[in-house]
Structure formats: C-alpha cells, structure tokens
C-alpha cells in the first residue's frame, strides 16, 4: 500500500493524518469520533493502558495513575514518572499515545476498506516545536521507535503549518508569521519562505502558557461564584474529584463560548449545586492580560528577528494555528494590534496535515530514487549520494526514465529546512568588577550552523589552569546572572607555567545542525589548547529502550 502518515504529538491533544486517494490530506477519526485525542495517559494496570478522554476523565478518580502534558518533559534530562511499580521516561509514556492515535487511525480506515486486516501504520513524520533542541527531537523519535513506528522525520510544527496552507506553492519569497495558542504552549514563530527553501527566522514564545490557562481562570471565577452564592468557608478545590470536574467544566464551557455568547456551568459540591452563567464577555475580561502576553511575546520575537534584519513589516500574512487560536478573541486581537493579514484555517488539523504532505512527498521521493537506482542498475545509495553530491537532477532523471511525479518541488529532500539554536550558550567568568557572569559565545535563534569567539584573560599571574563551566540559557542577553544557566559540562586549559593575567584565552563554540557543542579555547603565550564536546542530549539507554518497547509491545491501548 506504502501509506504514509503525519502524527502531531501535541501537549494537550494529538492527531493523525494522510494523503488520500485524491491527493487530499485528510485527518482521521478515532474511536470516539474525534479528530484528535487528548494526549493524556491512564496506566489502569500494568498492561492495561487507556488514552484519551477516558483517560482524561479518569484523573479524577485515579490521579496518580493518569499522566497529561508529558511533552514538556520529554528529552529533559533526568525525568521519569513512577507508576504501578515501573519507572517510565517521557519517551514511554508519549509511546502509548501514539499507539492510540495509530491504532484509531488503522481502525478508521479498515471501516472505509482503505486498510486491510494485514496492513499497519508504520511509516510516519513525528513533528514538535521548533524549539525543540536535539535531545528533544531524538526523544520524540524514540517514542515512535516504542510504538513500533518507523520514524521517517522530524519536523518543525510552524513548518508543517506553513506547509499545509500552500505557502510553499508558489514561488515568490515570503514571510510568514505562525503564532500556535495550543493547550500548553504558545509558540509564535518567524518563518521565511523561497523557492527551495524553508528557513526559520527566529522563535519565541511561552512553554508555559496555553489554553490551560484560560481554563484555569473559569475555574477560579466558578469557585468564587460558588463561594459569593453559597458563603462556603472551604476551599472546594481542595476535594479531587470537584477539583477534576471543575477542570473538565470549565474547558467545556470555553469551547462552548468560541461559538455562543453564553456558556451555563453547574458547579457541584457536597450535595450543593450552584448554576453560573458565564457570558463571553465576561470570559474576555478574566482572560485579557494572558492574551496580552502572547502579543508582548510576539513583540519580543519582532525584537529579536530585527537583530537578524527582518522587521514586522516583512511579514506578510500571520497563520493562527492551535486549538486555543478558535477563541475569537485572538484572531480579533491579532488583527487589531499587527494590522497583518491575519489567517485561520484547520487550527486543529493544520501541523498533522502538514506532516502528512510532508511524509507523502518524501515517500514519493524514495520511490522516484528506487525507480531512477532500478533504471540505472545501481543501488538506492549510490544514487542517493549522486543527487546529495550535485550529480544528479532527480527531477530531470525521472522525466528522462517516464517516472511521474506528482508533487513538483519536494520539501522532503530539495527543500532546505534551516533551522535556528533554541538556546543560548555560553561559559562562566569574572568580570571587571570581579563578579562571577555567564557570557553566551552562541546567543538563542543563532542560525545553525553556529560559531562565536569570546576573549578571557587568567584572573591572576601564575594560575595553573582555567576551568571553563559551558552553560545553556534561554536568554539573548550576552553577559548574564550564571543563576539563568544550565550547566552541561565543564573542559579545562592547563596553562604552561608563568601565565600572566594579560595572557589572551581565545574560547570558541561552534554548535552544529545535530546540536553538538563544540568547545575550542587556546592561550596566546604558550598555544596550549583544549578541545571539548558537549552533547547536549539525554537519550535513553539501549536498555531503557528493550525495556520500554517490550512493555509497550505486551500492552493494550484503548
Ligand atoms: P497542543 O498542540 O498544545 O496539544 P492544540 O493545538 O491541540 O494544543 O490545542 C488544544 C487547546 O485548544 C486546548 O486548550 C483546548 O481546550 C483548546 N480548544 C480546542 N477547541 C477549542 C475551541 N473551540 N475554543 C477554544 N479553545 C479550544
Ligand atoms: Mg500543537
């Protein structure tokens, strides 16, 4: 069949998407009907594992059995969740929610006869946040490895955006702006488009902040309703399942208000019921200096692309993606403040799509590769390493050889994605004032490949060696409080003996597209060197891998 498909793992809601029979692509239902599932995971037993709003809705019941927002901690270092007994890292846990999107999706098209009994989802492109650094990347990998998934790519999720609007048809160079509210995160994105080209100009954005937050304000303003009607003097957040229910309630009514005016709720606690009514402009105004701050984020992005000599007025259309961007109040503001065409189109639906196209393309591509390396009596390698070296026009190659191709330009292979660093780099020193600093040699949104040099001096005559402390922060600042940094290693320069402090210490990053760190320091009075790298991934040992996948493969999800 060679099927392939888009999967958004998102931290709130996930989905599935393929290319159908007409080229179309097309998001499939699960077995709810939905057309995304809550990334939320309830480990009921040790083989048992449900996903979705079943699992959403057990949380009341079984808190500690039940995992949501696991995305924000996948690829982190050190992270893992003990449930039932079993310690489980991130990229575990975010397997068995692709497991239920797949299994639906196989589900869904063997109801239409598109999937037969025998035929899997295997083959799919995974997309997270362009922030993602490499450990990150490597970790959504590993969770579709678990799956029992063939992880053909990873890409950007404002890129699959942008793909699936069409940006990426026509072939004049623009600029767009992807501003993606979903239920945990707001990641606003800068993303230049030429023919042949995809380039991220710059990110920014809130990890922490998303449609959860406008939830949690109906969950306030209902808890002082229930209060002003009742006088209760409990705090009725305290008891779990009222807590839950709230929780569930107030996205509930939400939703309900990016369609109507009104939104009644009945808050529910200890035998006492008290109805709210809550009107959307109401809901506005609980909520107004959280969108604030996706526009003040937005700003701060404009403010960094200018370091890199774009400007909001080379935007040219801002595309509202996320759940959250349904809620009329955004695309309203957005407008208002830019004054940018501003878009929505599939803000459910847009990233898994784009995916799709993007495995489609890719797939397709393969094919032409394999048809071009039968033709030529070569093997797919060989040809490969022909078109990566210049040699050879895939395109003309399959004209010449009668191959169709459908797609025209291929953002899978003949489209350079350039990315950007999502952090800042850097090692600790003194400064003239003698106070400990982290000076950043690489600074955040640096396109990668990237490399920076910075001067030090020894702090005193005759110093044995200079210890370098390499720290990674999500500032733009160049010199910084060390408190804002992460350490990822240290490397150390012996000095040959009788240094001065007005010997030069030259310090130079070079972070490359895979995200290693390469440190490189020199003295001028000896030319004594020191070479360091730094991976800055935490992946998961080859043993945490057979552990996870043979957990996942001897469970069911539901
Ligand atoms: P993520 O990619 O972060 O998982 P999504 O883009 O799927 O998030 O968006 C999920 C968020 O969108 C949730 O907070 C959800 O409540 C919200 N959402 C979904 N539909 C609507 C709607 N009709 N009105 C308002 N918010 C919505
Ligand atoms: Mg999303």
Redesign the pocket.
């Known amino acids: 069949m060679g099927k392939v498909f888009g999967i ?1 793992l ?6 599935i998407a393929y290319i159908d029979a007409s080229g179309k692509p097309v998001v499939l239902k699960n077995a709810e009907g939905d057309l ?1 599932t809550p ?1 939320v995971v309830y480990f009921e037993s040790g083989t048992e594992v449900s996903v979705g709003s079943a699992a959403k809705e057990s949380a009341k019941m079984y808190p500690e059995q039940v995992v949501s927002f696991i995305k924000r901690s996948i690829g982190q270092p050190g992270v893992s969740q003990n449930i039932n007994g079993v310690d489980m890292k991130p990229e575990e846990i975010s397997s068995y929610i692709l497991k239920k999107v797949v299994q639906d999706g196989e589900d869904s098209l063997r109801m239409e006869g598109k999937l037969d009994d025998d035929e899997h989802i295997k083959d799919v492109v995974i997309t997270c946040p362009a922030y993602f650094g490499v450990a990150e990347r490597d970790a959504t990998k590993a969770a579709g490895t678990i799956a029992g998934l063939n992880v053909l790519a990873i890409i950007n999720e404002p890129t699959a955006a942008a793909i699936t609007y069409g940006v990426t048809d026509d072939s004049s160079s623009k600029t767009v702006l992807v501003y ?6 707001f990641d606003i994105t800068m993303i230049n488009i030429n023919p042949g080209e995809i380039r991220v100009i710059c990110t920014g954005g809130n990890h922490e902040l ?3 937050d ?2 949690d304000r109906i969950l306030m303003y209902l808890v002082d309703q229930y209060q002003n009607e009742t006088g209760t003097p409990d705090n009725i957040l305290d008891d779990a399942e009222t807590f839950q229910e709230l929780l569930l309630a107030s ?1 509930r009514a ?2 309900l ?3 109507k005016e009104k939104a009644p709720v009945a808050v529910n606690y200890m035998g006492e019921r008290v109805r709210v009514e809550l009107t959307r402009s109401k809901f506005d105004e609980l909520t107004d200096d959280l969108l604030s701050s996706t526009i003040e984020l937005t700003r701060d992005m404009f403010k960094e692309a200018e370091k890199k000599g774009f400007s909001q007025n080379d935007v040219s259309e801002i595309l509202l ?4 961007s ?2 009329p109040q955004v695309m309203k503001r957005v407008k208002e403040e830019f004054g940018i065409e501003t878009k929505m189109f599939d ?2 639906e847009a ?1 898994a799509k784009g995916a799709a196209i993007y495995a489609d393309k890719m797939s397709e591509y393969n094919i032409v590769l394999e048809e071009i390396a039968k033709n030529q009596g070569k093997s797919v390698e060989e040809v490969k390493e022909q078109v990566d070296s210049g040699k050879m026009d895939v395109e003309k190659e399959a004209k010449k050889a009668n191959i169709k191709m459908r797609g025209g330009r291929l953002p899978g292979d003949d489209v350079k994605i350039i990315n950007v660093s999502s952090r800042s780099f850097g090692t600790e020193a003194y400064d003239e004032s003698d106070s400990l600093k982290l000076f950043n040699i690489i600074l955040r949104n640096a396109e990668l490949p990237a490399e920076g040099t910075s001067c030090f001096n020894p702090r005193q005559n005759n110093q044995k060696s200079a210890k370098f402390t390499v720290k990674e922060s999500l500032t733009s600042e160049e010199i910084v409080d060390p408190e804002l940094g992460k350490e990822i290693g240290t490397a150390e320069l012996i000095f040959p003996s009788g240094i001065t402090v007005d010997t030069e210490i030259e310090v130079t990053f070079r972070l490359d597209e895979s995200g290693l760190l390469h440190l490189h320091a020199k003295e001028n009075k000896g030319g004594r060197e020191v070479d360091a790298e730094f991976q800055t991934t935490e992946a998961l040992s080859e043993q945490e891998m057979t552990d996870a996948i043979r957990r996942s493969s001897s469970s069911s999800v539901n």
């Open positions: 958004d998102g931290t709130t809601y996930s989905c995304t990334s993606d509210l979903g239920g945990g995160t998303g449609g959860k406008w939830d996205e939400k939703k208000l990016s369609a993606v996320g759940g959250s349904k809620m803000p459910d990233v």
